[in-house]
């Protein structure tokens, strides 16, 4: 990998990370966004934030694409919740509960009927983990819930939780339950327009939440171009879709977007921005990492940071190692991943991929895939992949500097998109 290692004085931000509201529906203009019409709401039922800001057309068209998007991410909870019931993917998940059968003991569920959407996403899925190798994996969900990190362990647990959180797994524990994370023991099936899916091994259950939010931008998009929206930002909890250029509100003019990057040190975005991106219209961007959604328990007498995302392959929490005796936090792995392609659904699916794979092979998966990123390290690498450090317009993706102190603590490492 060819590599441009340099030191560096700082950056810019502010536009997209200020977006935020106040009121259920409808929430009162900000600066940044004084001539768009604007929505928050709660989804997907785990405290996920949907925010969008449309320009174009009239008004009413306006608020018909939002009342649109709104409707469409009430839909897609519906078939894609595990909290739900009633829903297909609940209803896979409790198939051959309680059965300690294998995927080699020739067992095979029921068929459950799922939506054209649900499968079109599953089968992104299952590309998403091939082309990762296992690093993301829709099947990961029994290790989440063992690590407590699914959506009910974290709001238990979580920064705003109010119970303890308890010690972690067993390490034989962890071992046992990563063969229930294979994914090539589900099975799609589309015969005549109905759509199913079943499996190979009773313990296999599947959740689909590291990829439906950047699904659902896409699908937001979508409904915004339908309804003539000239300019728009789509954010599902930092899934962020841009749809024109951004309508400055004292220039009265379009210009290019700026979009803050979120610093993961202190750990829930206490440190502010590290850095701001100058984006190109129709771009999405992603970020993951292990500074939002974690809680803290002990192990061995010592402090365990635990976050959400999971490997299949090492059943370990990103971030954690074993040592034989306890478990313990890295230092120096990858704590924050922001990926810009034209897709937010593999944005998604990647960001998180990326966190779990290690430093050089990360640069050098998102290389071969021509893919712009910035990986951040806890022991304070950061890596531009196929961003520049420039402050011109004239570059695709380039770094804006300004006063602000995030940037400077980390040793920049510029390289190309193949």
């Given amino acids: 990998m060819s590599k441009k290692v340099f030191s560096v004085a700082l950056l810019l931000l502010p536009i997209i990370s200020a977006l935020c509201g106040c009121a259920p529906d409808y929430y009162t203009e900000l600066p940044p966004f004084k001539y768009y019409t604007q929505c928050q709401k709660e989804v997907f039922a785990t405290g996920i934030t949907f925010r969008a800001a449309v320009r174009g057309g009239s008004k009413e068209h306006e608020r018909a694409a939002l009342e649109e998007m709104t409707a469409l991410l009430d839909d897609i909870n519906s078939d894609m919740s595990l909290t739900l019931s009633g829903s297909a993917l609940a209803t896979f998940n409790a198939l051959g509960s309680g059965s300690e059968q294998t995927g080699d003991s020739g067992y095979q569920s029921d068929y459950v009927e799922i939506s054209s959407s649900t499968y ?42 109010s119970e303890d959180a308890p010690p972690p797994p067993s390490y034989e524990k962890v071992s046992e339950l990563r063969s229930a994370c294979d994914l090539n023991n589900l099975l799609l099936d589309c015969t005549d327009g109905v759509y199913r899916i079943a499996k190979t091994d009773p313990r296999l259950q599947i959740d689909l939440g590291a990829v439906a ?114 478990y313990a936090n890295s230092d120096n792995h990858i704590v924050s991943a922001t990926v810009i392609c034209n897709d937010s659904a593999k944005a998604d699916a990647y960001a998180t991929a990326v966190c779990l794979m290690g430093y050089e092979k990360a640069v050098e998966f998102l290389q071969s895939r021509g893919l712009h990123a910035i990986l951040l390290t806890a022991d304070g690498r950061m890596a531009l992949v196929g961003v520049t450090e420039h402050d011109s317009s004239g570059e695709e993706y380039f770094i804006r500097k300004d006063t602000f102190g995030g940037y400077k603590s980390y040793t920049v490492e510029e390289f190309p998109a193949v």
């Fill in 213 to 326: 939010k950047g699904y659902a931008a896409d699908r937001c998009v979508e409904i915004a171009k339908a309804h003539g929206i000239e300019s728009a930002l789509i954010n599902i909890s930092g899934n962020i879709c841009l749809l024109g250029d951004w309508y400055h509100p004292t220039q009265k003019k379009y210009v290019r977007w700026e979009v803050g990057v979120l610093a993961p040190r202190p750990r829930n975005s206490m440190g502010g921005n590290v850095c701001a991106l100058s984006v190109p219209a129709g771009k999405t961007l992603v970020s993951s990492g292990d500074y939002e959604r974690y809680y803290q328990t002990q192990s061995g007498g010592e402090p365990l940071f635990v976050p959400h995302i999971v490997s299949s392959q090492t059943g370990m929490p990103l971030g954690i190692r074993y040592n034989g005796t306890q």
């Fill in 120 to 161: 079109d996403l599953i089968q992104k899925a299952v590309e998403y983990y091939k082309d990762t190798d296992g690093a993301f994996n829709i099947a990961v969900y029994p290790l989440s819930v063992l690590w407590n990190v699914d959506s009910e362990g974290l709001r238990k647990y979580g920064l705003f939780g």
